[in-house]
């Protein structure tokens, strides 16, 4: 059996076409409702951070407490890892996430 160094090099470029449509997707940052952190902070944090407009903060404030978490921003992976690490060191639960599909 010879080595082929060709057969792994297209391998390869097909991982790295998979990985940068991966990151290049749009994602959206989730925050998730934890029961500790106030209405006001969870506001506060969502126009300073995020960048809403106060009425858009407090709509999302309301979806995360009632429904578990909120969709509170689409943008590319590399532009929502920044945010994210700020939402996480001011103590939220936040994940960076796939937009869901919509059902057909």
Do not use: R
Not at 21 to 34: E, R
Not at 46 to 68: K, M, N, R, W
Request: hydrophobic share 45%; glycine share 2%; proline share 5%.
């Amino acid at each position: 059996m010879k080595f082929d160094p060709l057969a792994n090099l297209d391998l390869e470029v097909e991982f790295q076409e998979e990985l940068d449509q991966l990151v290049q997707a749009p994602k959206t940052l989730v925050i998730h409702n934890d029961d500790f952190h106030s209405f006001d902070f969870v506001i506060e944090t969502l126009i300073e951070v995020c960048g809403h407009e106060p009425l858009q903060a407090e709509q999302c404030t309301f979806i995360i407490h009632y429904s578990g978490k909120c969709a509170v921003k689409t943008d590319m992976f590399s532009k929502l890892q920044p945010v994210w690490a700020q939402v996480i060191n001011l103590g939220l639960t936040a994940t960076i996430e796939d937009i869901p599909k919509l059902a057909k």
